[in-house]
């Protein structure tokens, strides 16, 4: 039932609203945008480009030198190439309801800077790019102050320029773990060592040396960056993630200024108001940690990377059908290989629709943008079929350059292929490939 509204609401109209400026949402209102749509980009930062401003992406060049490309240049051009395409973006706006066809109600972020913003966009189309959130890592003292997030670490020591303190620890050993030790060792943190949590009830993600192995190796058939590529290369050398495994140095593998250590675990994180130490407890290669042989290592941060989970809610209050994929970070709403969703009007892009590299998120929004122009009647038949194909194949080509952070996309992305099939009746089903 649609809301209540007041006389003195602000309310502004769009062709496309689209919920989140990072990549896929800066992706999709270029195209829009500059089919002719008049777009709006809401984003409750207090600046677009999203996740990306906070990183330092390596991209390989042709000659296989390897540049370092800061996030928020690129995120900044993103915006920029939106705005001289005729999108309005608004920042520091929360969406916190969607109702059909469509309406948009917002909330400042900042409550100290009302009126800026308007109450509600009225909008014939929607695509939600809502992007990602961290999963929590809730092991023994893990509320304790010093303990932070991956994401947090890389936006305090790529952003703010601010170390989060002297001696860190990293538990999560994966690609973001990886990533953000980077990021900290840069910013002049010393990084003790990224190691993984020890399994138990609440810890998501891999915690066997094999696992790890075989998560980071496939990360870095394609990733320029030195760690990742390391582990890559110890498996290559082994032949298998088992053997290496067993064939783990004690003390870890050195890598950018920390070291990658697969054979010990972090049982607990421990303090009197504030992060003291971790307790590191031996581990075996099948993954079992021994507790009986644990020793305290002092540190005042802990950085936790526990995976990457889609932030979907707003795509459940639209009434997209969703679907628990594991392999694409969780739950993700169901979409066709020209990323609609179950509800005409509604696209999806990025993060949000499973778990993607930025790139692989602009190109999607370059799709869902192309389908809301085709949605919208601003293309024809035969421009909206070229655009799309051309879009899709974008999107399958930034796939393979750029691997997901999660072990089996490919897999999950099947699986949404195979529900889609399902989902839809039989003149519905749509022949593009590439998502
Ligand atoms: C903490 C973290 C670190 C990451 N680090 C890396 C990395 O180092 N390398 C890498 O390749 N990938 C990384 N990723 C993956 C990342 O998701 C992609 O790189 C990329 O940013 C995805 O783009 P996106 O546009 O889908 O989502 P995002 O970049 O996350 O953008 C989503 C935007 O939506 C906005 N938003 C969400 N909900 C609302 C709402 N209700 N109202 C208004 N605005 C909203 C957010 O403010 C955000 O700006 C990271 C992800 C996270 C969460």
Redesign the pocket.
């Known amino acids: 039932m649609p809301l209540e509204r007041s006389a003195t609401m602000r309310v502004e109209t769009a062709d496309l609203a689209i919920?989140?400026?990072?990549?896929?949402?800066?992706g999709a209102a270029v195209t829009a945008a500059g089919s002719g749509a008049r777009v709006v980009v809401?984003?409750?930062?207090p600046a677009?480009?999203?996740?990306?401003s906070?990183?330092v992406?390596e991209e390989r060049g042709p000659d296989g030198t390897i540049a370092k490309k800061p996030g928020r240049l690129e995120s900044r051009a993103l915006a920029d190439a939106a705005a001289a395409a005729g999108a309005r973006i608004i920042t520091g706006?929360?969406?916190?309801g969607l109702f059909p066809e469509w309406e948009l109600y917002l909330a400042p972020s900042d409550p100290a800077d009302p009126g800026r913003i308007p109450d509600l966009v009225r909008a014939k189309a929607v695509v939600l790019?809502?992007?990602?959130?961290?999963n929590p890592l809730a092991i023994p003292g893990w509320t304790l102050p010093g303990v932070i997030?991956?994401?947090a670490a890389?936006a305090l020591a790529n952003v703010h320029r601010v170390r989060p303190g002297r001696r860190a620890v990293v538990v999560g050993a994966d690609?973001?773990g990886l990533?953000a030790a980077r990021d900290l060792v840069l910013a002049g943190v010393e990084v003790t060592a990224v190691l993984p949590a020890a399994p138990g009830r609440y810890v998501i993600g891999p915690s066997r040396p094999e696992e790890i192995i075989r998560n980071l190796a496939r990360f870095s058939a394609h990733s320029p960056g030195a760690g990742a590529r390391l582990a890559g290369r110890l498996v290559e050398r082994t032949g298998i993630a088992g053997l290496a495994a067993r064939l783990y140095p004690a003390g870890g593998v050195a890598i950018w200024g920390t070291r990658l250590v697969l054979n010990r675990a972090v049982t607990a994180i421990v303090g009197d108001g504030a992060v003291r130490a971790v307790m590191v407890a031996a581990m075996d290669a099948d993954g079992r940690p021994h507790t009986d042989r644990q020793e305290e290592w002092p540190v005042d941060t802990v950085v936790t990377s526990a995976g990457?989970a889609p932030?979907v809610?707003?795509a459940q209050m639209a009434g997209c059908q969703t679907a628990h994929v594991p392999a694409l970070g969780g739950h993700v709403p169901l979409y066709g290989p020209d990323l609609r969703t179950t509800v005409p009007g509604v696209f999806v892009?990025?993060?949000?629709a499973g778990?993607?590299?930025?790139p692989v998120?602009v190109a999607q929004?370059h799709l869902a943008g192309t389908a809301a122009a085709a949605f919208l009647g601003l293309l024809s038949p035969r421009a909206a079929t070229d655009r799309l194909s051309a879009a899709a194949t974008a999107v399958a080509q930034a796939r393979r350059q750029?691997p997901s952070?999660l072990p089996d996309d490919a897999g999950g992305l099947r699986r949404m292929e195979e529900m889609w099939r399902r989902t839809l009746p039989d003149d519905d089903k749509t022949t593009t490939t590439g998502r």
């Not at 706006?93 to 916190?96: D, E, K, L, P, T």
């Not at 790019?129 to 961290?134: E, I, K, R, W």
């Not at 892009?349 to 949000?352: D, F, H, K, N, R």
Request: glycine content about 18%; proline content about 4%; hydrophobic content about 50%.
């Open positions: 919920v989140g400026g990072g990549p896929a949402g800066l809401l984003d409750e930062a677009a480009g999203g996740r990306l906070l990183q992406r706006a929360s969406v916190w790019a809502t992007g990602a959130a961290q997030t991956a994401g890389q690609p973001l990533t990457l932030i809610e707003l892009a990025g993060s949000m778990i993607t590299a930025a998120a929004g750029n952070f």
